[in-house]
């Protein structure tokens, strides 16, 4: 399930970094900025501390979705369902992907709200 999680945020990442790049909408740029600037930082805290919890250890394959908007609001629904999963019940661990989660859903109503 960690891999799910690492490859999902860095595809996330990715989309929001192209994003920002091509975009014309300051509000838009400026929020992928803050995302992929901080999403990455968010999930090497959850990935450190999932290790220190249940050892070191994972594979995983990155790729790039396309549209950034999209797969944070995907991201948002995978990390409610499989909270759970993710975090194994350890408290420490389903703050930090609160944090995560908190981070996409702010991200996703700049882009959709702010112009």
């Given at each position: 399930m960690?891999?799910?999680l690492i490859e999902r945020m860095?595809?996330?990442?990715?989309s929001a970094?192209?994003?920002?790049?091509?975009?014309?909408?300051?509000a838009?740029?400026?929020?992928?900025?803050?995302?992929?600037?901080?999403v990455i930082e968010k999930l090497d805290d959850y990935v450190e501390a999932?290790?220190?919890t249940f050892g070191v250890g994972f594979e995983s394959e990155l790729k790039d979705e396309g549209d950034a908007a999209k797969t944070i609001h995907d991201d948002i629904?995978?990390?409610?369902?499989?909270?759970?999963?993710?975090?194994?019940?350890?408290?420490?661990?389903?703050n930090i992907l609160d944090e995560l989660t908190k981070?996409?859903?702010t991200t996703l109503y700049k882009l959709e709200n702010l112009k």
């Open positions: 960690i891999e799910q860095f595809t996330s990442r990715n970094h192209v994003e920002h790049w091509k975009t014309d909408s300051y838009r740029h400026v929020a992928l900025g803050d995302f992929y600037d901080a999932h290790q220190g629904i995978w990390l409610n369902e499989n909270r759970s999963a993710i975090a194994h019940g350890v408290p420490a661990l389903e981070l996409h859903m």
